[in-house]
C-alpha cells in the first residue's frame, strides 16, 4: 500500500521557524517533493529530495531519510505570505512518473 | 503563472450532464498528467501522457472519464454522466523530464456537479 502522512495543520508567528513533517510508506521510492498551494490555486514546486540529507534553497530548506521514511520542510523568517497548504509527495515507481500527495498541512503565519 | 493553462476555470453542470477541459501544458512538455483534488485533499492522480500516448491510468478513473492528448501538445479530460461526486478541482500538470521531473500545475478546473 502507498501511505503518506502530515500534520493538518500548523500555526506559527512571522518571523519565526516552522518544520513540516511527512512521513511516507510506499512500494518503492523514487524522490520526494514538496508543493506549496495557496488557497484556490494550483501547487508550486518547492523542492526535492531523492538523496539523504539536506536540500537549501532560500528560506526554504527539505530534509529526506530514506531509511526512516521521512522528510521535513523547513520554513525560515515567516511570512504572512506563507500562510498556505504544503503538500509532500512521492514519486514511486509503481505509479510510474506520478506523483502521490499527502493530503497537505495547512499553515497559518499571524504577526 | 506557471505557463501551464486551463479551461474552463470554473464549471457548474447538472448531474447527468457531459462536461469537457481543456489543458494547454508548457509547449516544450511532452508529459502531460491529471488530477483531481476535493477539499482537504491532495491531488490525487487519474491519468498521465508520454506525448499523444495515454500510458498510465489510475483506477480512480471511471469509464465515464476519457482523456486524450491527440497531437501531443492540448489534452482533454470529458466526464459523462456527471454524478455530485465527480465536483472537484481537476488539476493539470506537465514536465520535461530530466533528473527532477518537477511538475508544474495549471490553475485547474473547478467542477461542481449540481
Known amino acids: 500500500g502507498q501511505n503518506i502522512d502530515q500534520p493538518t495543520e500548523m500555526t506559527a508567528t512571522e518571523g519565526a521557524i516552522v518544520q513540516i513533517n511527512c512521513t511516507y510508506q510506499?512500494?518503492?521510492?523514487?524522490?520526494l517533493f514538496w508543493y506549496q498551494q495557496h488557497a484556490g490555486e494550483a501547487p508550486t514546486f518547492l523542492s526535492y529530495n531523492v538523496l539523504d540529507g539536506l536540500e537549501e534553497k532560500g528560506r526554504f530548506s527539505s530534509f529526506l531519510s530514506r531509511s526512516k521514511g521521512y522528510s521535513y520542510l523547513l520554513l525560515k523568517e515567516l511570512q504572512m505570505k506563507d500562510s498556505a497548504s504544503y503538500l509532500c509527495a512521492v514519486r514511486a515507481p509503481q505509479a510510474g512518473t506520478a506523483l502521490i500527495f499527502g493530503k497537505g498541512t495547512t499553515l497559518s503565519v499571524s504577526s | 503563472d506557471t505557463g501551464v493553462s486551463q479551461d474552463p476555470r470554473h464549471k457548474i453542470t447538472k448531474r447527468g450532464q457531459n462536461v469537457t477541459f481543456r489543458c494547454d501544458p508548457i509547449s516544450e512538455h511532452n508529459r502531460l498528467y491529471w488530477y483531481r483534488q476535493t477539499l482537504g485533499q491532495g491531488p490525487e492522480f487519474l491519468t498521465y501522457f508520454q506525448n499523444e500516448a495515454q500510458l498510465e491510468k489510475s483506477r480512480l478513473l471511471s469509464d465515464r472519464f476519457s482523456a486524450e492528448r491527440p497531437k501531443g501538445s492540448f489534452s482533454t479530460l470529458e466526464i459523462q454522466r456527471t454524478e455530485q461526486g465527480d465536483s472537484a478541482m481537476y488539476l493539470c500538470a506537465s514536465t520535461s523530464g530530466g533528473t527532477v521531473y518537477e511538475q508544474y500545475f495549471g490553475p485547474g478546473t473547478r467542477l461542481t456537479v449540481t
Open positions: 510506499t512500494s518503492g521510492f523514487n524522490g
